[in-house]
């Protein structure tokens, strides 16, 4: 199973920015998928999630402004980020675990970085 993350960037304060990631399998093989984020010497935390039966809970640092959301046609994940403040700059991280065993995946990581 390969995660395959993308669509950070290099945006304003207030800009929004939409982070892919696409499953070389389905996304219902998965009982949840996440995004996480680490920041330079912090540790990595989760943001949002989004179960299969398609509940979402999201951190209360980016809730308001960040949107999970699915395209099952592409099994593909994605994080709507909006009004991007600096403390959102960090490496963003697809996850996802596995519906019938303990296994977990992690994508590569995407760069979101928010200076003016």
């Known amino acids: 199973v390969q995660l395959q993350a993308s669509g950070g960037g290099l945006v304003q304060p207030g800009g929004s920015l939409k982070l892919s990631c696409a499953a070389s399998?389905?996304?219902?093989?998965?009982?949840?998928m996440g995004w996480y984020r680490q920041a330079r010497g912090q540790q990595r935390e989760l943001v949002a999630a989004?179960?299969?039966?398609?509940?979402?809970t999201y951190s209360d640092s980016v809730k308001g402004r960040f949107t999970m959301s699915r395209e099952t046609a592409n099994d593909t994940v994605y994080l709507h980020t909006d009004n991007l403040k600096p403390e959102d700059t960090a490496v963003y991280y697809c996850?996802?675990?596995?519906?019938?065993?303990?296994?977990?995946?992690w994508g590569q990581g995407t760069q979101v970085t928010v200076s003016s």
């Open positions: 989004l179960t299969s039966a398609g509940t979402t």
């Open positions: 996850h996802a675990a596995a519906r019938w065993t303990s296994d977990h995946y």
């Open positions: 399998t389905s996304i219902f093989n998965f009982r949840v």
